[in-house]
Structure formats: C-alpha cells, structure tokens
C-alpha cells in the first residue's frame, strides 16, 4: 500500500508516496478513505471534484477538504477516486456508496486536513509527502 | 529533560528566545515531574513556533495537558496586543468551541438504578457518530441565527432555561460573528448538524459528584455531594471545521501578503485588524456561537428525557457551566501593569477568570469561573474555581482535559474496545458507543492521568479544585 501511518499523538499521521503527482494525489485519497471509510465499497455514488491552488501542496489540501465535505453534505463513503492534474487544477472522481450507520462504522471522523509538516517532495520513488489529519 | 529547556518554577518550564529561529517572546509551559516523561518534542517545538508571530505578549504559554497537534500544541494559549498582532485558525483549531458543559439534576446515583435505559433512550434522542443528521429542519435564516446570537437562539426557541445563557463563558455567544464570511460549503454543512453530539472525543457522559474540595464554592456553583450531573462535550461540526478550512486557504495568501514568516503553514494568519484578519474573526465567532447553541439543544434534549424517565422537572436540572476549549476573543488583561485588550487564543485550554471579573455567573463574582475538566472514558472528571494567579500568568487560563499519550494507531493495536468495554462495566461504568474500535481509540489508557494534570493546575494555582466527578455511563460517536 502506498501509504503508511506514522505515530502521532492526537491525530492521524500518514506518509504517502506515488511515481507521479496524480498518484500521490489518488493514494492520499485512498489514505483518507481508510480513515474514515474502511468498509465502503466503490458502487453507485459518485462525485466529481474540481479545484485550483497555487501549490501542490494547497492544492492536496483543498482536494481532500472537499473530499470531507462531499462525504458530509451527501452522507456518502468514498472507495477510490481518480485524479487528473493539469498544472495547478485538479479534476477528480469519487467513487463510494450512500453511508450506512450500520455497515460502515467503525471509521474514524476527519474534522479537517492540516498543513502542519505537509511538503511534497520529489524523491526515488517519486513523490512524497506527510499528512496530518485532524480527527 | 529534553535539551535547551529550564525550570522556571516549581511546575513551570521556560522555552527560551533562540530555541527555534525567530522567537519573540520566551515560551512557559507548566507540567509536573511526573508528566515530564509524557512531554513531547514536536509539542515544544509547536509552543516555540507559537512565540514567532507577530505581537504576542509576554510569554507564548502551554498548559499541563500539553501535547503535539498543529499549529499550536494543544493546550497552548497565546495573547496577541490588537496593535499589532495576529489572529491565527492555528491558534485555534478546526472543532471551533469544542468545549464541554455541565448540568446538574436532582438526583441522587441510588434514584438512577440501571443506567442502560437512560443511556439507550439518550443515545437515541441525540444524534452521535458520522453520518447522523439533526431530526430538525433549520432554514438558512435560523441558521444565520444561530451564528450571530449562540445559546440565547436555541433558549428563545424553546430549547432551555432563560438563566442557561447567564452560566456560559461569555453569555453563550461572542459578539462581531459577521455570517457574511461563512461561505455556503460552510452552511450546506451546519444546517443538517444542529444538536448532533459528533463522534471522535466527542461524549455526553452521566456523572455522580463523589468529592467535595470547596463547600464554599461547590454551594455557589449549586453543586452537592452524590449528586448525578451530565457532562457534554462538543463543538461546531462541519460548520466550523469547514471555516477552518476556508480560512486557512484565505490567510495563507494574507500572511504573505503582509510579509509574515510562518514556520508552519498551519500558523496562517493576518493582522487582527486586516480584513482578512477580521474576516477570520467574524467567522470563527459564528461557529463558536453555533457550537453554543449545538450545545444548548443537546441539553434540552437530555433535560426532556431524564424528566420523563425519571419524574423530575425540567426546571430542576440547572446548567453549571459551559466553557469553550478552542476559541480566540477579545479581552481585556494587565500587561507590565497596563490595562489591554487582547487578542487571546486557546487551543485546548480553558478560561478561568478570577473572582472579581466582569464575565462571571450569579453568585460566583467573589468565587472565581467555574471551570469544568472532562476526564477521559472511565476517569475522574474535576471542577475547579478560576483564580487572579491564571490572571496574572496565563490571561486567565488553565487546562482544558486530561492530554493523550498514546496515538490512535497504538491504542488500536494495543488495546481491544470491547476488553475496555467489560473493564470498565466492572467498576459500574456503561459505555454505548457506535464501535468498539472508538471505545479502543479513547480509552482512558490512551491520556494521561487526569488527576494528575489537575494536580498541577491546582499546586501552581491556575485554578484550585471543587468538586471531583466519576463516570456512570457515556455515550459516544
């Protein structure tokens, strides 16, 4: 799994790595969704995300804060999400299910994505990055 | 002893100027020798970050419960001069008005008998967990409401006493919330949320009073010996983690702007005076104000059902207190002998005005604020009296809980929720939680000893100790 989680006292911890930007963005999707979402399967919702940053740093931020706002507006748990860059903008597609209480707890609520320690760095296998979930 | 630290008192610790590149002010943290070995590295480099920006007064301060977070540490507390000083969602967190409230009942724990029922009936009245939405319908005006005028929203629209407002920090709403900065994100998030309780750390807890310290002050504060109580921990939901969110991005651009070197881009801030410094402001006030209300609306919930359940009248379960544990206001503190208005953050800390101030309940002006401590899951909860010595080296602060020691990630691997779940069915404590991966997550073992960090507020005299409450049951997202 391209992501891993370090010790962190009060909040989540996560280090990420992708062989390209577009990956590192897609697993620090799938880093979050297995926060909150351990047990939601990619099936018939979907949601399609579309924001600009001037850094790739403000721009990963903003993406998974939409990513928690989607997820709470329509009470859905995403799976799997495909990201498309183009210098500083992002498109994406989520893919998850409706929420259900019964099925999918058990996962741990993300109240926002901090900028605290996030720096993407180019690397040997690509690009790297810490990310700090505030839960 | 972590390097280039010294002892500066019997429980407080200085951070000096040139710890870290930049720092105005010396930073002091108050912790005992026993919880030296709890102090985390990233934590002091935090409180050190929190003593580079822009107009801070004195000292770039951390409480007992002092641990790693962003931004600042938790459990820090920073005053910035309104000249020319900063305002910072670093300083204060993305749960804006996380706090905690307590309400006394006139109940004794022999008149709650089985306490599952109670717990059912609560768990079942208040929304608790991801996903779950309020059963009212708030418009957009409501909403609007709610943000500028806090509990006194939710007393007027039936949801409360008429004295509720007068037992919260600063009447239950602060004023300048400007709902002009709360984008609609922000309000597609809060209507839906509004008397839900949240997941996380977030809890409704039965208590029962089990010791008195001060008869004086418990008596002021309507507290008695045995006596079941409800303690209520939650903040603003999505409304406010998503101005949080909001704000960060805006300030980022501003801090720049003003040419404010930041060694953590969390710290994003603008002046107070700045628009985007007041921006900040008139948003943060809106969630706080929400989370006021949020809070008021749980009580009246759990006054209705204990009312029903237990043939007691709702008049007969007055509120304690309500304090806020992530907030920045405006105040007004002595500086080197001078009068100022401030701009006071807290971050995991608590306010805890001496007897005297203008801010303080009926009958506690010559007392000192109550000041309420939720323990963890299973440990003693405190309330303690504000005192003029948190005046005079804190801005008026104290701890604000028990502080974590162990990660998520290591509580989960290390200890088993439903293992807890039976520990502590055993000392006559019930847990109804939505997992037992939340209960794992959260459980006591995972905080420092809350006796402990209350121990040291009170030994440097930040606040004195009241009353001591133990858990009966919980119910958390």
Not at chain 1, 5 to 29: K, N, Q, Y
Not at chain 1, 58 to 65: G, H, N, Q
Not at chain 2, 42 to 57: D, K, R, S, V, Y
Not at chain 2, 333 to 358: E, S, Y
Request: overall charge negative.
């Amino acid at each position: 799994m391209p992501f891993i989680e370090r010790d962190h006292t009060a909040d989540i911890l996560m280090h990420v790595w992708g062989a390209s930007r577009e990956e590192l963005f897609r697993e620090a999707a799938a880093a979050l969704f297995s926060i909150m979402f351990p047990s939601s399967m990619p099936r018939d919702a979907h949601q399609t995300i579309v924001c600009e940053a001037d850094s790739d740093e403000a721009l990963l931020s903003t993406f998974l804060s939409e990513i928690l706002f989607f997820a709470e507006v329509e009470c859905e748990g995403y799976a799997s999400a495909d990201v498309h860059l183009d210098g500083t903008t992002l498109k994406a597609d989520l893919y998850g299910e409706p929420y259900d209480r019964d099925r999918h707890s058990g996962g741990t609520e993300v109240k926002g994505i901090s900028r605290s320690g996030m720096k993407i760095e180019k690397t040997q296998r690509g690009y790297e990055t810490d990310i700090l979930f505030d839960v | 002893m972590i390097e280039g630290i010294r002892k500066a008192g019997p429980f407080e610790w200085e951070i000096p100027v040139g710890f870290t590149p930049g720092m105005r002010v010396p930073g002091r943290f108050f912790l005992s020798e026993e919880l030296m070995p709890t102090l985390e590295e990233g934590a002091l480099q935090q409180c050190a970050n929190m003593a580079t920006l822009p107009g801070i007064e004195k000292y770039a301060l951390a409480m007992p419960d002092i641990h790693w977070g962003y931004g600042f540490p938790i459990g820090g507390v920073g005053a910035f001069s309104i000249d020319d000083g900063i305002i910072s969602p670093g300083g204060v967190g993305f749960d804006i008005n996380c706090g905690v409230r307590l309400i006394a009942t006139p109940l004794t724990t022999e008149d709650l008998g089985r306490i599952q029922p109670l717990l059912s009936h609560l768990f079942t009245r208040i929304p608790t967990g991801i996903g779950t939405k309020s059963p009212l319908r708030v418009s957009d005006q409501d909403l609007d409401a709610m943000m500028t005028e806090g509990a006194s929203w939710a007393v007027n629209q039936g949801y409360g006493l008429k004295g509720d407002v007068t037992r919260c920090e600063e009447q239950g709403s602060i004023d300048g919330a400007d709902s002009t900065h709360v984008s609609g994100k922000a309000r597609a998030r809060g209507r839906p949320q509004c008397g839900t309780l949240g997941a996380g750390n977030h809890f409704l807890e039965i208590q029962s009073v089990e010791e008195i310290f001060d008869p004086v002050a418990a008596e002021a504060f309507g507290i008695a010996q045995g006596q079941v109580c409800v303690m209520i921990h939650c903040g603003s939901r999505g409304l406010g983690h998503q101005i949080c969110t909001d704000h960060i991005a805006i300030l980022e651009k501003a801090a720049k702007k003003y040419g404010i070197s930041l060694p953590d881009p969390q710290l994003a801030c603008a002046p107070i005076t700045s628009p985007d410094g007041e921006a900040y402001f008139g948003a943060m006030a809106c969630a706080a104000n929400y989370a006021w209300a949020n809070r008021q609306m749980i009580t009246h919930f759990t006054r209705e059902i204990i009312a029903r359940q237990f043939s007691v009248d709702y008049e007969e379960m007055p509120l304690i207190y309500d304090v806020a544990h992530n907030v920045a206001k405006f105040e007004e503190h002595m500086v080197d002998g001078k009068k100022k208005k401030l701009c006071v953050h807290r971050k995991g800390a608590t306010r805890a005005f001496g007897p005297g101030n203008h801010d303080l309940p009926p009958g506690c002006e010559e007392i000192g604020q109550p000041v309420l401590i939720p323990g963890s899951m299973g440990t003693s909860s405190f309330i303690l009296k504000g005192t003029q010595t948190a005046m005079d080296r804190t801005f008026g602060s104290t701890c604000h809980g028990a502080g974590r020691v162990l990660s998520r990630s290591q509580a989960k691997k290390h200890i088993d929720g439903g293992d807890i779940r039976d520990r502590l069915g055993h000392q006559g404590i019930s847990v109804k939680a939505t997992s037992n991966k939340v209960i794992a997550e959260e459980a006591p073992d995972a905080y420092k000893p809350s006796s402990e960090v209350v121990r040291v507020v009170h030994e440097a005299g930040l606040s004195l100790r009241v009353a001591r409450l133990e858990p009966k049951g919980v119910i958390k997202g």
